[in-house]
């Protein structure tokens, strides 16, 4: 099976930082592409940025110029270093993989909480 794990998350004062990781386990095929989403209460859950096995990213506009996705693919690693943090960015992170075979699976992890609070 494929499992996503995700861990960093914590209390963080506005304007700081937090980088969170997610850790896949399980058989990955080499084309994927693994991203981070959020979702807070009350609302729609929310996508943040994606990378694929090549490097390339993608990053929502709510996030783009504070968040930066990374992989290490010999880690199975995912992380999103996330800066200048805002009371809006609390909410649960989720990480999210897509593997791409001769089809597609897609994979969710169970979620880490971010509070930016003062």
């Known amino acids: 099976q494929v499992q996503l794990v995700e861990s960093g998350g914590g209390l963080v004062q506005p304007g700081g930082s937090l980088r969170l990781s997610c850790a896949a386990s399980g058989s990955i095929f080499s084309r994927n592409v693994m991203g981070w989403y959020r979702q807070a209460p009350g609302k729609q859950r929310e996508f943040l940025a994606a990378?694929?096995?090549?490097?390339?990213?993608n990053y929502a506009d709510s996030v783009k110029g504070r968040f930066t996705i990374s992989r290490d693919n010999a880690k199975n690693t995912v992380y999103l270093q996330m800066n200048s943090l805002k009371p809006e960015d609390t909410a649960v992170y989720y990480c999210n993989a897509r593997d791409y075979g001769t089809s597609w699976y897609e994979y969710w992890g169970q979620g880490t909480q971010v509070t930016v609070s003062s």
């Open positions: 990378i694929g096995s090549g490097g390339n990213t």
